[in-house]
């Protein structure tokens, strides 16, 4: 039997990096494509194929500088990379989004190589915190090995844009989306049956989520995940009292579950202003309480953002994760859990 695929341990906190991925972009000016790392290496600096099942040859394919996380390409590599110009297409241009390249299904994987290291130190951002003693319902489940049901709602984050294993991506490694990474998380870590019924629709916002609450509802669920923002666009407050009323109809239509809302990962910053996902974080957090957690993406991804070009996060370039960030999106709201 395949083993399930799970959120594998944070990058918060390992030196450990696996599947880290790259992007390489050449950029104005420069006779070669170069990419960032998160961290410093140390030492094991591997890059794998997109898919995993190749190895590239260090001198040959890259080049690495100890003591820096640059990696550049050398004029032979068989890596792939984008020119900067290729990232900002002219209007007219197909794959043009706003002013940027776009594309869905594997387009951006097939570009995304994977470094997996030793980090020179750890990592010295926020980091997620748990909340046990607002999910104290589904942690005694967890910890007790009742079955757990979770019931995830959401937009098209949720529902598994551009995830490997989606079905418009359907490319290996073929890891799901992150409703599913948690619950395989949560049923290794504690030992107990944790199945998902993910209801995500691409495109949706928290007030259509209103006429979905009978489905949740049929799925008898211990734990509920909220995840909008992404195809919000109003003022923080306006986005707040929609959530509000989500979240009290979710409520009172299962009055024994536990809600995680989730603050989502931030937009390309030249389309999608990151005030407009700091501002929805802070309204979420204002509904935290008994039963209630919030799984703050936002505040990491920022983080990761300091670091990393959004091209390298994203599966799409635009608003979607790719494989290392829905990991992201699921070692969050793992860590609700204390684990």
């Given amino acids: 039997m395949t083993k399930a695929v799970t959120a594998g341990v944070p990058f918060w906190a390992t030196r450990s990096m696996q599947n880290e991925p790259l992007l390489f972009i050449q950029e104005e000016g420069r006779s070669n494509a170069t990419a960032r790392l998160l961290f410093t290496p140390s030492r094991g600096l591997q890059i794998a194929s997109p898919d995993l099942k190749e190895i590239y040859v260090a001198g040959k394919d890259y080049v690495w500088k100890?003591?820096?996380?640059?990696?550049?390409?050398?004029?032979?590599?068989?890596?792939?990379?984008?020119?900067?110009?290729?990232?900002?297409?002219?209007?007219?241009?197909?794959?043009?989004?706003?002013?940027?390249?776009?594309?869905?299904?594997?387009?951006?994987?097939?570009?995304?190589?994977?470094?997996?290291?030793?980090?020179?130190?750890?990592?010295?951002?926020?980091?997620?915190?748990?909340?046990?003693?607002?999910?104290?319902?589904?942690?005694?489940?967890?910890?007790?090995?009742?079955?757990?049901?979770?019931?995830?709602?959401?937009?098209?984050?949720?529902?598994?844009?551009?995830?490997?294993?989606?079905?418009?991506?359907?490319?290996?490694?073929?890891?799901?989306?992150?409703?599913?990474?948690?619950?395989?998380?949560?049923?290794?870590?504690?030992?107990?049956?944790?199945?998902?019924?993910?209801?995500?629709?691409?495109?949706?916002r928290a007030e259509w989520g209103l006429t979905q609450v009978d489905k949740i509802t049929?799925?008898?669920?211990?734990?509920?995940?909220?995840?909008?923002g992404m195809n919000h666009f109003e003022p923080a407050r306006e986005f707040g009292l929609k959530m509000i009323k989500l979240l009290e109809s979710v409520k009172n239509a299962n009055p024994g579950a536990d809600i995680v809302l989730v603050a989502p990962m931030c937009g390309n910053p030249r389309m999608f202003p990151e005030a407009r996902f700091t501002g929805y974080r802070d309204e979420l957090r204002k509904l935290e309480g008994p039963g209630v957690a919030v799984a703050d993406v936002a505040t990491i991804w920022i983080e990761l953002m300091k670091m990393k070009k959004f091209a390298d996060l994203s599966g799409n370039n635009v608003n979607h994760p790719n494989d290392f960030s829905h990991r992201v999106y699921a070692q969050v709201i793992v860590k609700l859990f204390g684990k």
């Fill in 218 to 228: 049929v799925g008898k669920p211990d734990l509920v995940i909220l995840a909008f």
């Fill in 66 to 204: 100890s003591g820096t996380n640059v990696v550049e390409l050398t004029a032979s590599s068989r890596i792939p990379f984008k020119t900067q110009a290729q990232m900002f297409p002219p209007p007219g241009a197909p794959n043009r989004f706003g002013d940027v390249l776009h594309h869905e299904g594997h387009f951006f994987h097939d570009l995304q190589v994977q470094a997996s290291y030793k980090a020179a130190s750890k990592w010295k951002g926020p980091v997620p915190v748990a909340e046990l003693a607002k999910l104290k319902t589904t942690l005694a489940k967890l910890k007790s090995r009742q079955p757990v049901k979770i019931v995830a709602l959401g937009d098209s984050i949720t529902e598994g844009y551009n995830a490997s294993a989606f079905k418009k991506v359907n490319v290996p490694p073929y890891q799901p989306a992150y409703p599913e990474l948690v619950g395989n998380t949560l049923q290794e870590q504690f030992g107990g049956k944790v199945s998902v019924v993910n209801l995500g629709v691409g495109g949706t």
